[in-house]
């Protein structure tokens, strides 16, 4: 898992998006014993192949579909016995729902080259996150997260921070906003380490307007002199 750490750093040192974004999820799947296209239920304890399709075959697609299930609905869809459906509910309890919102600081007054910050504020309304629950993971691990800012149009990866979150966060991410003056469109990444299916994106766009003029008139001094 430190491999995969240390990928996930030397390619978003390079600025490369996709790459990093896939050694993310690479962390996921070596964690849970899983593949991209596994269905995400498969993490849940006893849910063997027969478990998931009659799942599947019902639109229940997503640990938290399970969760938002009535009691009766979900044993009938399940068919576990009461010590089976305890693990269940352990992972439900444990798996993360986290909130998200975030805002660009001052965005109304970015000028071409100043610096851009993203305040992202996160809630958690799971319960206190202990040691993740992956049964075939050879050791105890403890969940950690990524935020990245990437641009998808040019496969750059523009910021990025490492945490961990027990239940709430203020998180800040910085870039320099581009050279040019224009209206510019990035997705902000909110990437698990170990658990699938869990991992959130959201579209913004910043208007950046001309330089500030400060230089120039600092350049103009300059000639005078």
Not at 101 to 124: H, K, Q, T
Not at 146 to 161: E, M, P, R, Y
Request: charged share 30%.
């Amino acid at each position: 898992m430190r491999l995969v750490q240390a990928c996930v750093d030397v390619l978003s040192s390079n600025g490369w998006l996709s790459p990093a974004l896939a050694a993310m999820e690479l962390a996921q799947m070596i964690t849970q014993a899983m593949w991209s296209k596994d269905s995400y239920l498969k993490q849940i304890p006893h849910f063997t192949a027969e478990v998931v399709k009659r799942c599947v075959d019902k639109d229940v697609e997503s640990v938290f579909d399970i969760m938002d299930l009535e009691d009766e609905e979900r044993n009938k869809l399940l068919r576990l016995d009461d010590n089976q459906m305890q693990d269940v509910a352990r992972f439900c309890n444990r798996y993360p729902n986290i909130e998200l919102s975030f805002e660009v600081n001052d965005e109304d007054n970015i000028s071409a080259g100043s610096p851009v910050n993203v305040i992202v504020d996160l809630d958690r309304e799971d319960e206190q996150p202990g040691p993740v629950i992956a049964p075939f993971f050879p050791q105890k691990r403890e969940e950690g997260w990524w935020l990245v800012v990437g641009d998808t149009k040019n496969n750059g990866l523009i910021s990025i921070k490492r945490l961990t979150l027990q239940q709430k966060a203020k998180v800040k991410l910085d870039f320099v906003a581009p050279s040019s003056p224009g209206t510019y469109s990035y997705t902000l990444f909110f990437m698990c380490d170990s658990y699938m299916g869990c991992d959130q994106e959201y579209p913004f766009k910043i208007n950046v307007g001309e330089a500030a003029s400060g230089d120039e008139e600092s350049g103009d001094s300059d000639a005078d002199d």
